[in-house]
């Protein structure tokens, strides 16, 4: 199930939130989880069992860390939880692709390829395996204590606005909210307007700049111009951070309406002049997974120079593996990587004496050219695509009509997107979304009001429209 | 302040429920919409449907076709697809396409036009080649046949398509509709061309053809063709029969029927577009003289058989009529009733000695559909059943 459906929106969320209001306050933990098990099992009703089963073993795991009286077996215990977790997530995310990589060696030496039945990914595994990890290494550094009842350890890996995709949430940074949180009608209509906002962002947005990469990405190589290709990527760029974003601040909006903060997930990423500011402003919550639970622990920033790139080459290569089990998430993986380094190397320095007139687009085509990586079935598409964009190539067959490359609504809506990512990065609207944002007047708050019910209703209107495909007679 | 925060969250939780509420218990009466789509069933719950998943996949779908206010919602935002962008979010092939001066077409015709010098029919010569041994099975049994090619309104009226749906590469010589007119000539099929017909007409009069709201041809249009087929059809069977003649031509700037407006209606929008020309609406007459026969048919054909059976049926040209709609469905004529067309279990002597001639239509858009295998099957059982009179002439010059 996802947030933009009419299913959700209409059925679950409304059905939610009246059997939260409607629970006594301290048994509102029992009625999120519930909730949540349900949002679970309508998408994957086998693997609710997985997950729980392996929820059962890590809380018992975490208690016997937090109560272990050596440092060898609380180091012991921690070490069984991480094996078995990754272990789950290399099953069931990259046993496929590793049987593939395997076949396509023995056939390479002329031998029979392994006969495999394929593995089914369970819908977010990704992220409740890293809340699993965060809660274990939370404990095990003493950060916090194990939580006190299962049903509020279950509630953090499982409560639905960020159950599918994220953000990801460090134990520590919620687990006072599970025990104690206050509901209060401001809290409320702020989630209101963060997802409302959101769902503007999902529906009328990136889903208008999906057809077009779908599009571009369906065309022929051969027919694709270089103006496509630009049109598509640059699309894709609007389309992967409106999605995500959107995808985010529902999630927000959705935990404020249960009285839950999460934190920030992005922050204007297309305004960044480096890669470094990138991963502070795209997807942060893995950046600070990533950074606490993978980069220090490997050293980070306290070791040799070279180890300490060595370091973050290995963090971006399984952050890309993290993202898809494909080369082409690890090859935009290895590319981040890359330029993170450079940036330690001189970039950054370098960087600083320039304009941001001048950093902020270079960053932003360097993404670009990420984006290419990680949206291509396989490299030779990318780097087909690329050589498009650069006009080094040329349409070799007849081109798509232009309503196909791009429609007038999603050519409205490439221009708001491009207004929306990069209007901030110019120090005067930046300075008057500041001013703006921190307005707190009647008439702003209604305004604010009236436009997330607004977006609610053109979303809802939209999702509608989509699934209604009519033909004008009967035919068959 | 806190009113306002009140009532927005009231309205938050109003608007979220309120589809439920509407698909339960119909508070509001629902605008229709206009257009097909195949029914989606609610499925049964059962565990084994609901580990698959498939009883998710169903009733998600169930629920986007039946969710409450779901007519407004989509009447919405097809109203600001056309008001803000001049465009349909449509998916299926006759997605509303809305040109210059509002006229709508069905973007398969389109389709059809950009196509028309590289693919469509693929072999047009052994189309034709099928279409002569038809009617030569025919006219062993005594019946007359007619192919009619209806016109397509992006090939008659391409100037008001809008630019960014032409393809702006250049033609190929190898034109498909052109071989097939030729090799039709060439074998001697009796032939009703509705595209140069149509062609001719708009050269040399002021009234469209087709409404700009509409995706088949005006009354005034079909007549034309249908006067071409009436000759045809006498010319093979020896017998007169009744012919129109145009009386006055009223000029209306509204629609007049849902025909005109049915391509323009699929944008399931709250306005139809407006438009500023002028649509015949002829008067006739029907011409018969003493000996005059009144044909019994058997039509296969697309949506654009009915405008020339409406014309048939109101100045009483025919006996009788059977249409096999894309040779899949049966209306019999008169009354019009339907079933669908049992093709395996079809009595072809029967169906065959009971008219009096076969007329294969098709959209010019369409020639590539081989007739929907009815040329096929028809040349197959024609041949496995005695033959009976001959027919009137032949037509080895073509007609």
Redesign the interface.
């Known amino acids: 199930?996802v947030f933009s459906?009419?299913?959700f929106?209409?059925?679950f969320?409304?059905s939610f939130?009246l059997l939260y209001y409607l629970t006594p306050n301290r048994h509102r933990n029992l009625a999120a989880l519930l909730a949540s098990l349900v949002f679970y099992a309508?998408?994957?009703?086998?693997f609710v069992f997985v997950l729980v089963g392996c929820a059962v073993l890590d809380y018992n795991l975490s208690h016997w860390v937090y109560q272990a009286r050596t440092t060898a077996s609380r180091k012991g215990w921690l070490a069984t939880s991480i094996i078995l977790n990754i272990g789950l997530l290399a099953f069931f995310k990259y046993a496929n692709f590793g049987v593939e990589q395997f076949n396509g060696l023995l056939r390479l030496a002329g031998v029979a390829p392994l006969a495999w039945a394929r593995v089914a990914l369970p819908i977010g595994i990704s992220f409740f395996i890293f809340h699993k990890i965060s809660y274990m290494m939370d404990v095990y550094r003493g950060v916090t204590a194990p939580a006190r009842r299962f049903s509020t350890y279950l509630l953090y890996l499982v409560f639905f606005p960020q159950l599918i995709a994220g953000p990801i949430i460090r134990y520590h940074d919620v687990a006072g909210q599970l025990d104690y949180r206050r509901h209060s009608?401001?809290r409320?209509?702020s989630g209101?307007w963060r997802f409302?906002r959101g769902l503007g962002k999902k529906v009328l947005i990136a889903n208008v700049l999906g057809e077009v990469v779908d599009f571009m990405f369906q065309t022929k190589l051969a027919a694709v111009t270089p103006l496509h290709a630009w049109i598509g990527m640059l699309s894709y760029a609007f389309q992967i951070y409106f999605d995500f974003s959107g995808y985010s601040d529902m999630a927000i909006g959705l935990g404020r309406m249960a009285g839950i903060e999460f934190l920030e997930n992005f922050n204007e990423p297309y305004t960044a002049a480096s890669f470094t500011e990138f991963w502070r402003r795209w997807h942060i919550s893995l950046s600070n997974f990533m950074r606490e639970y993978l980069y220090i622990p490997l050293g980070g920033n306290r070791v040799a120079p070279w180890r300490a790139y060595l370091n973050l080459w290995i963090v971006f290569l399984i952050s890309g593996l993290w993202h898809g089990a494909a080369w082409t998430f690890i090859a935009w993986g290895a590319f981040h990587g890359l330029f993170l380094t450079l940036d330690k190397l001189f970039w950054l320095r370098v960087s600083a004496r320039l304009s941001r007139l001048v950093t902020v687009p270079l960053t932003f085509l360097l993404v670009l050219i990420g984006w290419a990586l990680f949206r291509s079935d396989h490299i030779a598409q990318a780097g087909g695509i690329l050589l498009r964009m650069a006009a080094v190539t040329h349409a070799s067959q007849?081109?798509p009509?232009?309503?196909d490359v791009i429609?007038?609504?999603a050519t409205?809506v490439f221009g708001l997107a491009a207004l929306i990512s990069f209007a901030p990065a110019v120090p005067a609207v930046r300075r008057i979304l500041v001013r703006v944002g921190a307005l707190n007047t009647?008439g702003i708050?209604?305004a604010r009001?009236a436009l997330?019910?607004a977006l609610?209703?053109?979303s809802?209107?939209?999702?509608?429209?989509?699934?209604?495909?009519?033909?004008?007679?009967?035919?068959? | 302040m806190p009113k306002t925060r009140h009532l927005a969250i009231t309205l938050f939780c109003l608007l979220l429920a309120l589809p439920a509420v509407q698909m339960l218990v119909k508070v509001v009466p629902e605008p229709t919409l206009t257009g097909v789509v195949s029914d989606a069933k609610r499925p049964p719950f059962e565990w084994r449907g609901v580990s698959r998943g498939d009883f998710q996949t169903g009733f998600e779908t169930w629920l986007n076709q039946h969710m409450g206010l779901r007519a407004y919602a989509i009447r919405t935002d097809a109203q600001i697809n056309l008001s803000c962008f001049r465009e349909s979010s449509i998916k299926t092939a006759d997605v509303p396409i809305v040109g210059r001066r509002n006229f709508v077409y069905a973007r398969v015709y389109i389709d059809g036009f950009n196509r028309r010098r590289s693919t469509g029919l693929t072999a047009p010569e052994a189309f034709a080649q099928k279409l002569r041994r038809l009617q030569d099975g025919l006219r062993r049994h005594g019946k007359a046949f007619v192919f009619v090619i209806a016109p397509s309104k992006a090939e008659i009226y391409p100037e008001y398509i809008p630019p960014r749906f032409l393809d702006a590469s250049p033609p190929c010589d190898d034109d498909s509709y052109l071989r097939l007119i030729a090799a039709l000539r060439r074998e001697g099929v009796w032939t009703v061309d509705g595209h140069a017909q149509f062609m001719k007409h708009k050269r040399g009069e002021p009234w469209l053809l087709f409404a700009p709201g509409g995706i088949h041809w005006l009354a005034y249009g079909a007549a034309f063709v249908l006067e071409d087929l009436t000759r045809a059809l006498e010319a093979q069977t020896g017998h007169p029969m009744v012919h129109l003649e145009c009386e006055s031509i009223a000029a209306a700037s509204a629609p007049e029927s849902d025909d005109d407006v049915d391509i323009a209606r699929l944008l399931n929008t709250w306005e139809l577009p407006r438009w500023d020309v002028q649509v015949p609406r002829p008067r006739y007459r029907a011409r018969a003289v003493n000996d005059v026969r009144r044909p019994h048919l058997l039509v296969v054909g697309d949506s654009f058989a009915f405008g020339l059976i409406d014309l048939m049926k109101r100045y009483d040209v025919l006996e009788g009529l059977d249409l096999y709609y894309y040779y899949s469905v049966h209306y019999r004529y008169p009354g019009g009733a339907s079933s669908p067309l049992n093709k395996d279990g079809l009595e072809w002597e029967r169906e065959v000695s009971s008219v009096d001639a076969v007329i294969l239509e098709i959209n010019e858009v369409q020639l590539d559909s081989a007739a929907w295998g009815f040329v096929d099957d028809a040349i197959k059982r024609l041949d496995a059943f005695p033959t009976g009179a001959p027919a009137g002439r032949s037509n080895p010059d073509g007609p």
């Open positions: 199930m459906s009419q299913l929106l209409f059925l969320l409304p939130l309508w998408g994957a009703p086998r009608a401001d409320f209509l209101i409302c007849s081109m009509l232009w309503a429609s007038n609504r409205f009647g708050c209604i009001h997330a019910l609610l209703v053109l809802a209107c939209a999702l509608a429209n989509a699934n209604f495909n009519p033909f004008i007679y009967f035919r068959f």
